[in-house]
């Protein structure tokens, strides 16, 4: 069964950081792409940052230079650092990833950047 737990989230001031996590099992995670995704109150879902599974980063225009994506491969964990925070990062943020053709999602993780 694909699991992935989100970890990190809280209530940070303007200008902080926040590092994300996400903790994967059911599935081979070194041979899966990985990616954040957030959702604010009343939107869609937005992606955020995609790290591949040969690692190569890609990243939202409203993140890049702010946020940095990472993985660990020997502990199957996804990270996302997040630098600068601004009012509109505030979200629940999701680790996904696709598994035979499924999208998965975790449970989410709140961002509140407030002051």
Do not use: H
């Not at 409203?62 to 964990?77: E, H, L, Y």
């Not at 997040?82 to 999602?105: F, G, H, I, Q």
Request: hydrophobic share 30%; proline share 3%; with cysteine.
């Amino acid at each position: 069964e694909v699991q992935l737990v989100e970890s990190g989230g809280g209530l940070v001031q303007p200008g902080g950081s926040l590092r994300l996590s996400c903790a994967a099992s059911g599935f081979t995670f070194g041979s899966a792409d990985m990616s954040w995704v957030r959702q604010a109150p009343g939107k869609g879902p937005e992606w955020v940052s995609t790290n591949s599974r040969g690692g190569t980063t890609y990243y939202a225009d409203s993140v890049k230079g702010r946020f940095t994506i990472s993985r660990d491969n020997a502990k199957n964990t996804l990270y996302l650092q997040m630098n600068s925070l601004k009012p509109e990062d505030a979200a629940v943020y999701y680790c996904a990833t696709e598994v035979a053709l499924r999208n998965y999602w975790g449970q989410g993780t709140q961002v509140t950047v407030s002051s």
